[in-house]
DNA sequence: TTGTGTATATTCACTGGTCGGTATACATCA
DNA sequence: TGATGTATACCGACCAGTGAATATACACAA
């Protein structure tokens, strides 16, 4: 067909994400996918073998824009690191706010599926977070004084899934904030005891 | 039935708290409760209106017990505050050791009944959390020189229920040591500025 | 240009199986 | 006798996946 338009695997992949995200993966049908995408189910399994092979393209899928989109909000954000990361959290507030958010999906099917150790979505999932991670990383240590960049970025990374949770939970976005919150004073708190904890920027740029 | 040896609906709830927590919710049948707790499926009827009622009365009684647990950990371990809470978080790893384990139950329901906003599993799950933030946040309040006790309590749930969600993804239970590093850090933090915001212990006990 | 072959893409109708829940009858005991 | 509990067998809905046939597009030969 036209390849500008709709190429028909890229439309069932757009509807099974929209489902899938706002329903669950065991909530949705593969004919509810199939008939929101505007195909047969029989079309559907001509270009994904099986239901969760639709499952790891609905995450594949997802990957690069969600790391793409925190990677912008930090950008986007003035001040140190700490407020950066901080950025992050405030445009997830944001988000979350909206009452059709529905938290991380790749958290979420992690979580269905996890009765399936090796299933392809939980790794999929696996390797967005540790690529979020990474990146997160990677800014800690550029920014030099440190101490432990990795240790931090793991603990950033535990509260931004717990805010995914208890967001999620109680359905009220000030946890966000509060994350962002925790977030920043555990970067201003990694940096040498030079400042005190405190609300002022800590250095931004201070090489070892 | 006698009272003292297998009563039978807390027999079923027990087959049903096996169960849901080993392998989640909509991935077992009631079909398969009633048959782990040895009863005809028709029994299972009788003493529960539907497989929600049974979702709900598994969560109802683990609320009580898994607070208890956290309680005896904070009690058990030895030092100020801070470090009585990263025993909490020592234990976890413990337990997420073990290749059985499966995180945090109330979670994992919550998400995958997301879509059934008003689901009496839901709202236990949101009164457990919320029944451990209080607890938490109780234990900063008689602290007495912690600044803002209900934002941190707050912040170390996220924690609590990141590292529940991030170890659970990974299987890596060292993600629940960080954790428990970063709440200490935080609740340090979180006292009047004397000290430095480092490894040393703070102050124990110092009322304003 | 027309005819033929082939790979891609799509449809309709169907199957085997599971699941939540129920109808009916039977058992036990106060 | 009536309340409580158990057993067997079943229902209707749904669901992942399939069989067989068909439509479309493009290659290349006559």
Tied chains: 1, 2.
């Excluded at 996918?33 to 969760?52: N, P, Q």
């Excluded at 970025?153 to 966000?176: E, K, N, W």
Aim: net charge positive; hydrophobic share 45%; with cysteine.
């Amino acid at each position: 067909m036209s390849d500008t338009i709709p190429p028909t695997r890229e439309r069932i992949i757009a509807a099974a994400g929209k489902l899938f995200h706002s329903e669950g993966i065991r909530a949705v049908s593969v004919d509810a996918v199939a008939e929101k995408a505007g195909v047969t189910k029989r079309t559907l399994y001509y270009h994904f073998r099986s239901k969760d092979d639709l499952i790891a393209a609905y995450l594949e899928a997802r990957d690069q824009p969600n790391l793409a989109l925190f990677q912008r909000w930090f950008a986007e954000t003035d001040g140190d690191a700490a407020a950066k990361v901080e950025g992050i959290f405030r445009n997830l507030a944001r988000s979350a706010s909206h009452p059709k958010w529905k938290g991380c999906g790749f958290l979420r099917t992690s979580v269905e599926l996890i009765n399936l150790p090796g299933h392809p979505a939980i790794l999929a999932g696996r390797a967005h977070k540790k690529r979020i991670e990474d990146w997160l990383c990677s800014i800690f240590e550029e920014e030099g004084a440190v101490k432990e960049p990795r240790q931090l970025a793991r603990q950033v990374i535990l509260l931004l899934d717990g805010a995914f949770a208890v967001v999620l939970l109680h359905r009220d976005p000030s946890y966000m904030e509060a994350a962002g919150d925790a977030a920043a004073r555990l970067i201003r708190t990694s940096l040498p005891k030079r400042d005190a904890p405190d609300v002022g920027r800590a250095c931004t740029a201070l090489d070892p």
